[in-house]
């Protein structure tokens, strides 16, 4: 059989075939691309005849942007920043922002109130106690929801208020576009926000959703044949702006406040018939809430007082603005030293809050260290003392009253700081004893007035009651006079051996109608009772015994300046041989004026909880007062009666703050601080003991050195504890804080936010 096809022959038809396709796709591409080349140049040429149109349209739609849309930006982050939406009114903002929209902000803030009334939390219900960490989650995420909602709100009422008077604004100007012959008109679409409209801001918000404000931008050409224009249709949007979750960390600062196991500033009363024990510090400012001094006179009931058969012991130091007193019989109060088996003295004064064992601040007075315990050369007595070994006292008069007629004792063991008297009015079986260091504070005689000495030992001596210092102690009242030219003593109304107002008040500076008694032709003063014979008799056939048996000084390192040191002619006279004059110069040079050393630092005990100047409300937070029971911080408000056994104190421990007067009861022991700001009265056989790991237990254990995932303790507590301004001379811990900023924001990037373009159409001017 003959073969047609072949190799050579098959190879020559697909070649042809190959050239036949590419000649004809060839053709196809030339015949389009001639037509791309001929519709570019009429794109061209259409551009170009309304590139001007184009320009006057979008300048007008930037001029609207930067005028109104940018302002308004602004002004609802300006909003934001200073948290408006928490004022009732705002009528400076709602004024110049809102406009006819001012009831906008009353919605705004009725919402802002219901979040924030789940902060609001006065006492817990013990059966349901409240979950503060849920509370606060709660918080957060609808203030994430409602920042920028209320953003969004303020950005259209703004826009609302100023977009019609900006667009006639710019009709009323000069045409910048009269040269190219085009006019530009800008309308608004019939848009209106109305937020009397709604009852509830979340209606407002739904309805802005649905519903935003148009703009329409024409651009006409004034000539051509025919004449063109370019129409813009704008919907205004609000850009996207979400409130940030920031983290920082919290100081979270010691707290003189429950640095103590109690704190009251008002006063405190141990009454009828208890058996009370307190370990730690206490204080009390012996002031109302108004801040008013209560009684400092002799006889008060105020200040810290035990009375009625109660006996107390108070393990670490006492600092009263008022007295430290006995008012009834068979009563007691002992002030021990630390026992240093229990932990004291702790760190949260030494370490945290001072920096110092004296427990002041050091900025109150300067080099005080000359006069400090520990500190002192030898043979030097000590006016300042070291209170990190417990056991002192700060008041203003030590003292058993007249109506602890007997069985009364009041015992300090260490040193005692008085700004009046040490006194003992009471009479058969009453000791007053301080076995310590003593130091007066004050003397009025240092003014020329012998009547009006202060700092002065009073006793019933003649009635069996008596006064026993130890150690050393410095007396800077005057017990009389001597005139060495008549050989006379003048004995002033308050005495060093005796007890003032009962026999040796004798000579009164007062005309009470008696006849005066000179003591020189200039100076002379009036009887106080009876014949100055008999007075004066009595008094020289006692004055030894009395002075050698009153007053026991368990060491010969005394310095009297009470019977010693008197003023003649303005001039200080010994009469003492018992005195050491050493240390003479430098008290009268330190604690008689008032910005000195030893005022400042009373003060500063008695008053400012050892700082410089602080009260509580410098020390507290009061946004945060709020009671949070399951992490042992317990809050309450007004006049209350705690029962330390009860179960509204759990575990028995933690820190208990009052805003009223307190009364407590309970034989369980409470660990930790009770801090009042009204009077605190202890009706039964109460024990307190002050226990840093259980203050620290509601602070918190998250150091400042360490990082923890989950923070302990009440951060209602550390807040309340550490408001702002407030700084100790130590940090605690650091909390890690998370929370909703309202100053900072962000927004989208990149893309056009404040409006959308709907259309933009080039067109003949009558279509």
């Known amino acids: 059989m003959k073969k047609i096809l072949n190799k050579r022959g098959s190879a020559l038809i697909l070649v042809l075939s190959s050239l036949i396709i590419l000649m004809a796709v060839s053709s196809v591409v030339i015949m389009l691309?001639?037509?791309?080349?001929?519709?570019?140049?009429?794109?061209?040429?259409?551009?170009?005849?309304?590139?001007?149109?184009?320009?006057?349209?979008?300048?007008?739609?930037?001029?609207?942007?930067?005028?109104?849309?940018?302002?308004?930006?602004?002004?609802?982050?300006?909003y934001i920043q200073n948290c408006?939406?928490?004022?009732?009114?705002?009528?400076?903002?709602?004024?110049?922002?809102?406009?006819?929209?001012?009831?906008?902000?009353?919605?705004?803030?009725?919402e802002w109130v219901q979040i924030e009334s789940l902060l609001d939390i006065e006492e817990e219900d013990d059966d349901e106690p409240v979950d503060i960490n849920a509370r606060m989650e709660e918080y957060r995420a609808k203030m994430e929801t409602f920042v920028p909602q209320v953003f969004q709100a303020v950005y259209f009422?703004?826009?609302?208020?100023?977009?019609?008077?900006c667009i006639d604004i710019m009709a009323a100007e000069e045409n910048p576009y009269a040269p190219y012959n085009i006019t530009v008109l800008t309308e608004k679409d019939a848009w209106q926000l109305s937020a009397d409209s709604y009852a509830t801001f979340d209606g407002l918000y739904q309805s802005m959703n649905n519903e935003k404000p148009g703009i329409v931008i024409t651009a006409s050409e004034d000539i051509g044949v025919p004449a063109k224009k370019v129409r813009v249709s704008v919907t205004v949007k609000a850009p996207s702006f979400n409130a940030v979750e920031q983290t920082k960390l919290y100081a979270v600062q010691a707290n003189p406040l429950y640095a103590n196991a109690l704190t009251v500033q008002g006063r405190i009363r141990f009454s009828s018939g208890i058996d009370a024990e307190i370990t730690g510090d206490v204080v009390s400012l012996n002031r109302n809430p108004e801040g008013a001094l209560f009684s400092i006179s002799e006889g008060n009931g105020d200040g810290i007082m035990a009375y009625g058969g109660a006996d107390v012991i108070i393990n670490g130091n006492v600092y009263s603005a008022g007295d430290l007193h006995l008012g009834g019989g068979d009563s007691s109060i002992?002030?021990?030293?630390?026992?240093?088996?229990?932990?004291?003295?702790?760190?949260?004064?030494?370490?945290?809050?001072?920096?110092?064992?004296?427990?002041?601040?050091?900025?109150?007075?300067?080099?005080?260290?000359?006069?400090?315990?520990?500190?002192?050369?030898?043979?030097?007595?000590?006016?300042?003392?070291?209170?990190?070994?417990?056991?002192?006292?700060?008041?203003?008069?030590?003292?058993?009253?007249?109506?602890?007629?007997?069985?009364?004792?009041?015992?300090?063991?260490?040193?005692?700081?008085?700004?009046?008297d040490i006194q003992n009015d009471g009479q058969t079986n009453t000791h007053l004893t301080v076995e310590g260091t003593f130091?007066?504070?004050?003397?009025?005689?240092?003014?020329?007035?012998?009547?009006?000495?202060?700092?002065?030992?009073?006793?019933?001596?003649?009635?069996?009651?008596?006064?026993?210092?130890?150690?050393?102690?410095?007396?800077?009242?005057?017990?009389?006079y001597m005139f060495d030219l008549l050989g006379k003593r003048y004995q002033t109304a308050e005495s060093i051996s005796v007890k003032a107002g009962e026999y040796f008040q004798v000579y009164i500076m007062e005309d009470n109608g008696s006849e005066p008694y000179y003591l020189t032709t200039d100076e002379f003063y009036y009887l106080y009772e009876g014949g100055i014979e008999d007075k004066t008799a009595w008094f020289d056939a006692h004055y030894s015994d009395a002075l050698n048996s009153n007053v026991s000084v368990k060491s010969d390192e005394y310095y009297i300046l009470g019977v010693g040191v008197v003023m003649l002619d303005g001039s200080m006279v010994l009469l003492s041989s018992y005195n050491n004059d050493q240390n003479l110069n430098n008290y009268y040079d330190y604690s008689n004026v008032s910005e000195n050393i030893l005022p400042e630092v009373f003060e500063s005990k008695t008053r400012y909880f050892g700082t410089n100047g602080l009260t509580v409300s410098d020390l507290t937070d009061d946004e945060y007062g709020i009671n949070d029971k399951s992490r042992y911080f317990y809050y309450f408000e007004g006049d209350t009666a705690l029962n330390l056994s009860g179960d509204r104190i759990k575990d028995h421990k933690g820190i208990i703050f009052c805003t009223g007067d307190l009364t407590l009861t309970g034989t369980e022991p409470f660990y930790g601080s009770v801090i009042c700001l009204g009077d605190l009265t202890i009706h039964s056989n109460v024990t307190i003991i002050h226990d840093e790991i259980a203050i620290k237990e509601v602070m918190g254990f998250n150091k400042i050195t360490e990082r923890y995932d989950t923070l302990l303790g009440s951060k209602i507590a550390r807040r309340f504890f550490s408001p702002p301004g407030y700084m100790a001379a130590g940090t605690l811990w650091a909390e890690e804080y998370t929370y909703i900023s309202t100053s900072a924001g962000e927004k989208e990037v990149g893309v056009i936010t404040r409006y959308i373009i709907n259309s933009w159409r080039e067109m003949n001017k009558h279509s």
């Open 33 to 78: 691309s001639g037509a791309n080349i001929m519709m570019s140049r009429n794109y061209s040429d259409w551009s170009e005849e309304y590139y001007w149109l184009d320009y006057a349209a979008q300048d007008r739609l930037g001029n609207l942007d930067q005028r109104v849309l940018s302002e308004a930006e602004g002004a609802a982050r300006s």
């Open 84 to 110: 408006f939406f928490e004022e009732e009114t705002a009528p400076g903002f709602s004024g110049l922002f809102l406009g006819n929209n001012s009831s906008l902000q009353t919605l705004i803030y009725n």
């Open 439 to 480: 130091i007066g504070m004050n003397s009025d005689a240092l003014d020329g007035d012998p009547n009006g000495s202060s700092a002065v030992i009073n006793n019933a001596y003649p009635f069996g009651g008596t006064i026993s210092l130890g150690e050393k102690f410095v007396i800077p009242g005057t017990s009389f």
């Open 157 to 165: 009422a703004y826009i609302d208020r100023h977009l019609q008077s």
């Open 334 to 420: 002992t002030v021990n030293r630390y026992n240093p088996d229990s932990g004291y003295p702790q760190t949260l004064k030494t370490h945290f809050i001072f920096d110092n064992n004296y427990w002041f601040d050091a900025s109150v007075s300067g080099g005080f260290e000359v006069f400090a315990e520990g500190i002192v050369p030898e043979g030097k007595i000590p006016y300042i003392f070291d209170d990190s070994l417990g056991g002192n006292v700060y008041c203003n008069n030590l003292s058993i009253e007249s109506g602890a007629a007997q069985n009364a004792y009041l015992t300090v063991n260490g040193n005692v700081w008085t700004q009046d």
